[in-house]
């Protein structure tokens, strides 16, 4: 019998310091035993319990795509005892990842259609993650336009940065980066908040899915924009946190109504969570 | 199924003849409470408890259970790489379950044992127990097993089902666990017709002393969010302090945390029970707490057992009518009187601003 809880053993073979304030950083991690890697397969929007051995387990999404192979990417915000520990240790530190885990945006039955990610602060992991998958050679013409709008609260707190430069030159994408404001007159980003950016690249829901991943006040104020334009609660798909520890839908904590966000989330449309109690 | 009959007197014998082949677990009495525990002496089993205060769930699902063992010594070999904790998993009879408490490990099995993943140790622990249960002749007052699917001699999750008659006990064979434990036994003879009959009485009249009755008819039509947004969770909450002794008792409640527990440079990941009256339950790094407040807490005690095991499973409610909670709840919430408030809501669903 697999026991769900054991974690596959890795070793960080990178460190990066994403942002400015140094609380967020990206752990690249390789499996100890390569066919652990084969088991672990993954798809975008999936997360993963990082376990380090006497501190405990936190589920992070994944942000490295499974186009991306021989790695994994987990970017990370000093939060809690797990996280804090996490941005103690070093590269060549060996740890422990669990999954993948959850389910994961319906990228199949999004093909043909126009594709609009937003995004806000750390939250863009999972949609780094979605968009490395859709730019991939074998995957981008499966997709009809691809729109992103990624904020933050200022260009220092932007993640991926080398990646954002590289997306904003490419013509088979329309990215829209953001900050809430900035001291530099210069600032070759857009200011402002997500919503209201939103509301002005994004004028059209014809044939289009939007993923929603952020703050809770970013998707409160996005979503109506999003449903003006004319998209529908169906087309609306979203990642939901909640405290969690087994992430297979037993230890019983993370459940919103009768679904657990660990199982049946984190991906849920606006259609689905308009059924349940606003326990999230 | 097999019927057979061994008598009161040999009862004993038939316990130390198990011993050879079970770690034998069963009733124990210590001051006023009986709780099921390991058996060293034959003699400390006590049949004529009404019910124990803890149910045997801990057999299954340990309160404090070690789940991996590693090295944090940089130099040791596999530092930091988490390896199973060895376990017995040698054959277990519990003897004398109640048929309330076999039925909630039946109703557990739901949650640890899916077709997507499966618990290691909640899976052995179930495959490897042999379950004697012991029906009920005198069920306590706030009983009400024969309104959630249940009984006091119902022979679901068990392998033998005892009946007391008198001087001899009626055993109801059940499964191939429960044979295997008979032929271990080895005392026992086929019971005889006028037996059997005297045990059916004796079993109606139980069933017929279980006064205490809920109704769930209504549950899985009653829209989730009607229900959750139903005002009376204002009044049953009201005098719950969140100390957790109904979660803590049920015997259907698994919800667990996880921890680390270091010492020096080893350490174990262990799982305790946790309980949703608590506020760190659910609380995030972030500091938010989804059901931070009380309310949120009792609702959700009451809506996973009664509406969201329902709908999920379609097993039925996730309550066996143990009565545990009913009993030992300090401020005298019901169950009961919760269930019926579901059961009969007929509001809609509330208007979200």
Not at chain 1, 142 to 167: C, N, P, Q, T
Not at chain 1, 208 to 231: D, N, R, Y
Not at chain 1, 236 to 259: P, Q
Not at chain 2, 304 to 327: E, F, I, N, P, S
Request: proline residues 6%; charged residues 25%; contains cysteine.
């Amino acid at each position: 019998m697999d026991n769900p809880y054991l974690p596959y053993p890795v070793r960080i073979e990178e460190i990066t310091i994403e942002t400015e304030d140094r609380n967020i950083k990206s752990f690249r991690v390789v499996f100890l035993n390569p066919e652990d890697e084969e088991r672990f397969s993954y798809r975008p929007g999936q997360f993963a319990e990082l376990s380090v051995a006497g501190t405990g387990e936190c589920p992070i999404g994944i942000a490295s795509s499974p186009t991306e192979s021989g790695h994994l990417l987990f970017t990370v915000n000093k939060a809690g005892l797990v996280t804090s520990q996490l941005h103690n240790m070093q590269e060549g530190d060996v740890m422990g990842v669990r999954g993948p885990l959850g389910n994961y945006y319906p990228l199949d039955e999004m093909e043909g259609k126009n594709v609009v990610l937003i995004g806000g602060g750390f939250a863009f992991t999972t949609l780094r993650s979605t968009l490395v998958y859709m730019l991939a050679p074998e995957n981008r013409d499966r997709f009809e336009e691809i729109s992103v709008v990624y904020g933050a609260r200022d260009e220092g707190m932007l993640l991926y940065k080398s990646e954002l430069g590289a997306w904003l030159l490419r013509s088979d994408i329309q990215l829209h980066i953001t900050v809430d404001c900035s001291d530099d007159p210069f600032c070759q980003y857009h200011i402002g908040f997500v919503p209201g950016i939103t509301e002005q690249k994004i004028t059209s829901a014809e044939n289009s899915v939007a993923i929603i991943c952020g703050p809770p006040i970013m998707i409160k104020f996005t979503q109506p924009v999003l449903e003006k334009v004319g998209f529908l609660p169906e087309d609306i798909i979203m990642s939901l946190e909640n405290r969690m520890k087994c992430g297979i839908g037993m230890c019983g904590r993370c459940n919103v109504g009768a679904d657990y966000v660990c199982k049946d989330g984190p991906i849920l449309t606006l259609a689905k969570l308009n059924t349940l109690p606003k326990e999230y | 199924m097999k019927l057979l009959k061994i008598s009161k007197k040999d009862f004993s014998d038939v316990l130390n003849r198990l011993k050879d082949s079970y770690r034998l677990y069963g009733p124990v009495r210590k001051g006023n409470i009986v709780d099921f525990a390991p058996i060293e002496d034959v003699s400390d089993i006590d049949l004529s408890f009404q019910n124990s205060r803890l149910s045997p769930k801990s057999l299954f699902l340990p309160q404090s259970e070690r789940m991996f063992e590693y090295g944090l010594d940089p130099a040791g070999d596999e530092a930091h790489i988490l390896k199973e904790a060895s376990k017995d998993y040698s054959p277990k009879a519990v003897i004398g379950i109640r048929p309330c408490d076999a039925k909630a490990l039946e109703l557990v099995d739901a949650n640890f044992d899916t077709p997507e993943f499966r618990d290691p140790w909640w899976v052995k622990a179930r495959e490897t127990t042999t379950l004697v249960g012991l029906g009920c002749t005198s069920p306590c007052s706030t009983c009400f097993c024969t309104t959630v699917g249940g009984g006091p001699f119902d022979d679901a999750g068990l392998d033998v089902l005892l009946t007391e008659i008198n001087d001899a006990f009626l055993a109801r064979v059940l499964t191939e666990k429960g044979e295997k434990l008979i032929k271990a036994a080895n005392t026992f003879e086929p019971a005889e017709e006028e037996l059997v009959q005297k045990a059916t009485a004796i079993e109606q009249e139980a069933a017929g002393k279980i006064v205490s009755k809920v109704d769930t008819s209504r549950l899985a039509e009653i829209d989730t969010l009607a229900l959750h947004g139903a005002d009376f969770w204002e009044d049953v909450q009201f005098a719950c302090i969140n100390c957790g002794i109904c979660t803590y008792l049920c015997p259907t409640c698994w919800c667990f945390d996880i921890q680390d527990e270091t010492h020096g440079r080893v350490g174990c990941r262990m799982r305790n029970w946790d309980s949703c009256m608590f506020p760190l339950f659910t609380l995030h790094a972030s500091g938010h707490n989804p059901r931070g407040q009380k309310i949120q807490r009792v609702r959700q005690r009451f809506m996973h057992k009664l509406k969201y095991y329902v709908d999920t499973y379609k097993m039925g409610v996730a309550c066996v009518g143990c009565g545990r909670c009913v009993q030992h709840c300090p401020v005298n919430i019901d169950i009961r009187q919760v269930c019926r408030l579901m059961n009969e809501y007929e509001g809609k669903v509330p208007k979200v601003s």
